[in-house]
C-alpha cells in the first residue's frame, strides 16, 4: 500500500469553487476583473447568508456521479476565508450565515465516504505583504506597491498558519491542491516550498500536495501530483524521465467560480470523453461545479452530475482503478483497461464493425457493459482486408457513451 492508492482508484473527484464571489455572480476573478469602488467588495460578506447550502446534497450528487474525492476552496486569491481563520477577520463566520462551511463540507463528504482535499490560494490579493501583476492593483490602475520585508513576512506567515489551522482541526486531509505560483514569480521561491511542505508532511504525512507551490526550474521539482488545467495530456505525464500523479482540473462551463451569466455548459460526451481521456493516459479528472451565493449548485450541473450518475452505474468499472491500456484504440475510440479487462469507449455511435489492433486471437469475449449483451466477433466476412492480427467485432446496437468490455484470455 502506498499513500497514493486511493487516488490512483479513484479517478474522479468534485472541484468545488465557492466564495464571496459567488454571491457577485462573476467569477472567482471578479475581484480583480470588475471594476468595484473601494471597499464595496468586502462588503458582499455583509450579505453573504446562504440558506439553501445542503452539503449532504452536494455529498450525495458527487457520490453518485462517480466522484470519490472532493476538493474545496478555503481560500481563493480574495483573500477571504470559507473557514473560520483564527488569524483574519474576513471569514465566513463573521458573515449573516456565521457558521464555518468548511468544517459542515468535511464532515459530511467524509460521512459518504469521500476523500477530503483542500484547495488554497497561495496569492492573498488583499494582503499588504502581496504584490503581483495579476492582482487588482496592478489590473485595475497598472500600479504595483512595493510590499515592506516585514508586510511580506506577515503575508508569508498568514499563510503557514491557514495551512497549519486547515491541517490540524479538520481531522484527515487527503489531499492539498495549493494554487498558483505566478508567471511573474517564476523565478522565486516566493511562497518558501520547503517551509511550508515540511510542515504540512509534519501535520498530515499522508497527504498528497500538488505541483503549484513552485514553478522554479531550478528547484527539485518533486510533488506528490500534478495538475494540467481544462486541458487532456496526450500521454501519461512525465517530470524528470519518471511517470508521475497528475489530475486534469476542469471547468463545467467556461467558469470556475459561479458566473450568472455563462450558460455555456458542456456535454455529457464532451465530460465523458474528458474523463476516459485522463483515465486512459493514467490520469484523474477533477470536475468543477460553482454553486451560486445562496449555495445552489447551477440546475445544468445538477444535470450533468446526474447523466454521470446514470452512466456510471452501468460503466464505474471502466473507470475506478483503470488505467492505460496496453493495445492502441480503433478509430473514434478510448481505451482504458484493468488487469485483465479492456474498456473500449464508444465516442459516437460506431459507422459499423470495429477493427480493433492487434487483438486477433487474444480475446475471450467481449460485453456490452450496460447489459451484459455479447458482441460477436467477426471471422467469416471481409477477413481479406485485415491487418495482420486485427479482429472484426460487430457492436450492434451500441450508441455513443457506451462501453464494450473486452475480456482478454489468460
Ligand atoms: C486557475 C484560475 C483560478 C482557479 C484555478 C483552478 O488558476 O485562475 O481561479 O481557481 O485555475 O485550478
Not at 90 to 103: A, C, E, L
Not at 342 to 348: D, M
Request: proline share 5%; glycine share 8%.
Amino acid at each position: 500500500m502506498s499513500k497514493s492508492d486511493w487516488f490512483v482508484d479513484a479517478r474522479f473527484g468534485m472541484f468545488i469553487h465557492w466564495g464571496l464571489y459567488s454571491l457577485a455572480g462573476k467569477g472567482e476573478w471578479s475581484y480583480a476583473r470588475d471594476s468595484w469602488k473601494a471597499g464595496q467588495y468586502e462588503k458582499l460578506m455583509k450579505k453573504f447568508n446562504p440558506l439553501a447550502f445542503d452539503p449532504a446534497l452536494w455529498a450525495r450528487l458527487a457520490k453518485a456521479a462517480g466522484m470519490k474525492y472532493v476538493v474545496f476552496t478555503t481560500r481563493h486569491h480574495d483573500g477571504f476565508c470559507m473557514f473560520d481563520s483564527h488569524f483574519s477577520d474576513y471569514k465566513i463566520t463573521n458573515t449573516p450565515f456565521g457558521k464555518d462551511v468548511t468544517r459542515m463540507l468535511v464532515e459530511t463528504f467524509r460521512d459518504q465516504g469521500l476523500r477530503i482535499g483542500f484547495y488554497h490560494s497561495l496569492p492573498d490579493w488583499t494582503h499588504p505583504g502581496y504584490a503581483d501583476k495579476e492582482s487588482p492593483e496592478f489590473m485595475r490602475h497598472g500600479e504595483l506597491h512595493k510590499p515592506t520585508d516585514a508586510e511580506y513576512q506577515d503575508f508569508i506567515n498568514l499563510l503557514y498558519h491557514h495551512l497549519e489551522q486547515l491541517l490540524t482541526e479538520y481531522g484527515r486531509i487527503d489531499l492539498l491542491f495549493l494554487d498558483y505560483t505566478s508567471k511573474y514569480k517564476a523565478n522565486e521561491d516566493y511562497f518558501q516550498r520547503d517551509r511550508q511542505l515540511s510542515m504540512i508532511y509534519k501535520l498530515q504525512p499522508d497527504i498528497l500536495v500538488n505541483d503549484r507551490l513552485s514553478f522554479n526550474k531550478e528547484q527539485v521539482r518533486d510533488f506528490d501530483y500534478y495538475t494540467p488545467e481544462i486541458c487532456i495530456p496526450n500521454q501519461p505525464q512525465m517530470v524528470k524521465g519518471k511517470p508521475v500523479l497528475w489530475e486534469t482540473c476542469a471547468t463545467m462551463n467556461n467558469h470556475w467560480g459561479y458566473c450568472k451569466g455563462d450558460k455555456n455548459f458542456k456535454s455529457l460526451e464532451t465530460l465523458l470523453c474528458g474523463l476516459t481521456g485522463c483515465v486512459s493516459r493514467n490520469g484523474n479528472l477533477l470536475l468543477n461545479v460553482g454553486p451560486d451565493g445562496n449555495g445552489c449548485i447551477p440546475q445544468t450541473s445538477i444535470h450533468r452530475l446526474q447523466d454521470l450518475a446514470a452512466w456510471m452505474k452501468m460503466n464505474s468499472e471502466s473507470i475506478h482503478g483503470a488505467g492505460k491500456a496496453d493495445y492502441p484504440p480503433p478509430h473514434g475510440t478510448i481505451f482504458t483497461q484493468k488487469g485483465n479487462d479492456l474498456f473500449l469507449h464508444l465516442l459516437q455511435a460506431p459507422l459499423g464493425d470495429i477493427i480493433l489492433p492487434q487483438l486477433r486471437d487474444k480475446v475471450e469475449k467481449i460485453t456490452l457493459l450496460r447489459n451484459g449483451a455479447d458482441i460477436p466477433m467477426i471471422t467469416h466476412w471481409g477477413f481479406e482486408l485485415l491487418q495482420d492480427n486485427e479482429l472484426r467485432i460487430r457492436p450492434c446496437g451500441t450508441k455513443a457513451g457506451d462501453v464494450l468490455k473486452i475480456t482478454l484470455k489468460r
